[in-house]
């Protein structure tokens, strides 16, 4: 069976974050693993608490995986800290980690900064370079480019800017202001948009997490980059198109929605 390995903090309402990580990849055929970096009490309508991990456990819980059930694919999420950016950077460098997803969560969907100027840089010089794809929203794709973005061919610029400055591939999300559900992918001088159905569901927490998990998932099935990616849209918009509703805000999606067995059955009675 192959593996997965998610990086990124607690989320106490199952909606985003490690378990939105783990239903995805469980979900698209791999075994998922977890190192935590926050915990946070949450639900669908705000942040109340954040308990961030130290570094050495951080690396401990990192160094647990990688030497016992080494993963095929890493995914990180939502890292506040430029310590623990660092830590994740030095301990993926030393076991030679592959197909390598960064979520770059830098900016909320209101467009508050959620981690400081000094994480960003170092973000920017020691991890993003480790990167196989980054998976930036159009405001983090703004930060990370130097430019802003307010037509798909805005995106194509900062999706070349972003790729040639660390050397990776990139998938700038074009959903969030502009462009409907449609995605670009920009690799080695190379575009390709991916065209999405735009869903009428307000519950929409934990999408770009969902995402770049099941990329994460797909690429350690073997498939390349541009069926992962594929693949991992259809996925979002099964789980976007179950419209489950739960909770008082913009609740999580049906992460499970393709799952038949009695025991699911049962509990949807």
Known sequence: MRTALTIAGSDSSGGAGIQADIKTMTMNGVFAMSAITALTAQNTTGVQGIFEVGSSF??????????????????????????LIETIAERLRFYK????VVDPVMVATSGAKLISDDAVAILKEQLLPLATVLTPNIPEAEVLSGQKITSPQDMEKAAAVIGSTYSCAVLCKGGHRLNDANDLLYRDGGYKWFEGRRIDNPNTHGTGCTLSSAIAANLAK???????????????????????DLGAGSGPMDHAFDLKPAYYEEARR
């Open 97 to 100: 980690a592959e197909n390598i």
């Open 222 to 244: 073997g498939y390349d980059l541009d069926t992962s990616v594929c693949k991992a849209k259809t996925y979002l918009s099964g789980a976007l198109a179950a419209m489950l």
């Open 58 to 83: 951080l690396a401990q819980q990192i160094d647990s995986v990688f030497t016992d059930i080494r993963p095929d694919a890493v995914k990180i999420g939502m890292v506040a800290s430029s310590a």
